[in-house]
């Protein structure tokens, strides 16, 4: 509670008055990441920002926001919380770089969880390991570059939502080499590869997805035998 204070007003306990009883109604509030001064001890005001946009995540409330700055970061788990994270840049300079160890955004824990909004990040080096969608995981995706991700299934995205995204060179170990399990609208997906040794691997989007007025092209699934 203290810090949720410090976050929406910019105040400490101590500067707030009881008188007999004390009513407090919180609106949405904006949690800042990135820039000069950041540390994930701060409160994530605007000249008090976090560090790494887990940190902002962990004191989120249901219909919060995060704004990022641009930078590039470690990898996130939101669990399906009702939040908005955005870049105050865009995807060409604020990226998730999950450096080949694990997923880049782990946006729920099961199928059809889309709560959680990201919007404008490039997802990259993220592996699924034995699981679905090395660059996210559920969710709903924005203006966000899924590249050079991998895995089994849905190399760059499953069990997600994704909204004027570009999809590109990712890998799945057999199928979906771009998405998996996906609802994809006015998305491009360009050069994802699918190593299914068996019909249909599927090298742009594997089965159950969705698309709606996208691009595809370059897409392979050089093992299978159509």
């Not at 939101?78 to 995807?91: D, K, Q």
């Amino acid at each position: 509670l203290l810090e949720r204070i410090a976050i929406m007003t910019g105040d400490t306990w101590t500067n707030v008055v009881e008188n007999g009883e004390l009513e407090a109604i919180f609106v949405p509030a904006t949690i800042w990441v990135g820039g000069p001064g950041a540390l994930d001890s701060n409160p994530g005001t605007t000249n008090a920002p976090k560090a790494t946009i887990q940190a902002a995540i962990d004191v989120t409330w249901e219909g919060d926001e995060v704004a990022v700055r641009p930078g590039t970061y470690r990898p996130i788990t939101t669990r399906n919380r009702s939040i908005h994270i955005r870049s105050t840049g865009g995807a060409a300079v604020t990226s998730i770089d999950a450096a080949n160890q694990t997923r880049c955004a782990q946006l729920a824990n099961l199928i059809n969880q889309t709560n959680t909004i990201l919007t404008g990040f490039t997802l990259t080096r993220g592996t699924g390991g034995s699981n679905y969608g090395g660059g996210a995981f559920g969710g709903t995706l924005n203006d966000c570059v899924l590249v050079y991700n991998q895995a089994p299934l849905g190399g760059g995205a499953a069990n997600a939502v994704l909204n004027g995204c570009m999809v590109k060179s990712n890998v799945a170990g057999a199928h979906g080499g771009g998405v998996t399990e996906c609802t994809l609208n006015n998305c491009i997906l360009q050069g994802n590869t699918a190593n299914s040794t068996l019909n249909g691997g599927g090298g742009g989007v594997a089965s159950s997805s969705t698309l709606n007025n996208c691009v595809l092209f370059g897409n392979r699934a050089p093992n299978s035998s159509r």
